[in-house]
């Protein structure tokens, strides 16, 4: 929780453009936060940093701000090129409308580098996926 709190406030002070959400500590199955910029978040998306306990991994995913958006994206980008990317399958408990593994078995010895890892892989995410949304909406 700490390290991930820790994250949370390096990107919001790194990146002042773009909304941080609040910590999310789960019941022991995901901790994550929300980091999103200003063209996500006027279409009702978010960009989420999610640590998987069980599989001791980080991932990052697209979500929608509820299910209805969720379920629209999903069919918006259904046949887009994804560009190497995969839509999450809809079902009940996914949040996420893409996601992605950033690291599995995170070096928490290590801090410092994967502090670093997570704010690059997150932000080259971010940039596709508003490149994505942009063009699957003039579809």
Excluded: C
Aim: hydrophobic content about 45%; cysteine-free.
């Amino acid at each position: 929780m700490e390290f991930m709190s820790g994250v949370r406030a390096y990107l919001s002070e790194r990146h002042p453009d773009m909304t941080a959400g609040a910590l999310y500590q789960g019941l022991m199955d995901m901790t994550f936060f929300t980091i999103t910029p200003e063209t996500l978040k006027a279409r009702k998306l978010k960009v989420a940093i999610v640590y998987l306990h069980a599989k001791n991994s980080f991932e990052v995913w697209l979500s929608g701000a509820n299910r209805q958006v969720q379920s629209d994206f999903l069919k918006l980008l259904k046949d887009s090129d994804l560009s190497g990317y995969e839509l999450t399958e809809a079902a009940p408990g996914v949040d996420s409308i893409i996601s992605w593994t950033i690291t599995e078995y995170p070096d928490f010895n290590d801090t410092e580098a994967l502090r670093m890892m997570l704010e690059v892989e997150t932000i080259k995410f971010i940039a596709d996926m508003v490149e994505l949304v942009s063009y699957a909406g003039k579809k």
